[in-house]
């Protein structure tokens, strides 16, 4: 979905800030698979990883493609099991980028680094959420190990999760 999708999806979601896992996620590797064999195979890995994303998201979680190889997912739910379905969702997503996208040029194999706030525990808005996403994701890439994620406000708030995938 792109992001006019992906507002009319929110506003179609009135419980969000109950509960739901925001992933900012950003490819690893993606751009040596346009570099050497091409944009065409880079337009496949993405559209296989839109197609994985339609299969393995419930109905009611939303994929949009933010820009490049940035995507946003929200998975809504209670806020407690938020991080668990965000990690579980992770860690499939990063099996299937391991077995490679299978393009023309053969399966292509890249990986992920992602970033995971929770509403309701982390943030009160999707905006805060989606901001304190990306923040883990860029902590995640910066320091290309699963550790703990400093958060990026002040309050009782519980941290915002980082991994590399």
């Known amino acids: 979905m792109n ?8 506003a179609a979601q009135p419980n969000l800030a109950r509960g739901c896992a925001v992933v900012a ?3 690893d590797g993606f751009k040596p698979i346009n570099d050497t064999h091409g944009h065409a195979a880079g337009d496949a890995v993405l559209r296989g990883i ?13 994929a949009v493609r933010l820009g490049g190889d940035e995507f946003l997912l929200c998975l809504p739910g209670e806020a407690s099991r938020g991080r668990a379905a965000a990690l579980e969702v992770g860690a499939r997503l990063k099996a299937m ?19 995971v706030a929770v509403m309701a525990e982390q943030a009160d808005t999707m905006e805060a959420a989606i901001e304190r996403a990306d923040i883990a994701l ?7 190990a699963p550790v703990p994620a400093r958060d990026a406000g002040d309050g009782p708030q519980k941290p915002a999760t980082l991994l590399t995938l």
Do not use: I
């Open 50 to 62: 839109g197609s994985w994303l339609q299969t393995h998201l419930r109905a009611q979680d939303a």
């Open 3 to 10: 992001r006019a999708g992906f507002e009319a999806w929110r």
């Open 25 to 27: 996620l950003d490819l």
């Open 138 to 144: 860029y902590d995640a890439k910066r320091n290309k």
């Open 97 to 115: 980028l391991q077995e490679g996208v299978p393009t023309s040029e053969g399966r292509l194999r890249l990986g992920c680094s992602m970033g």
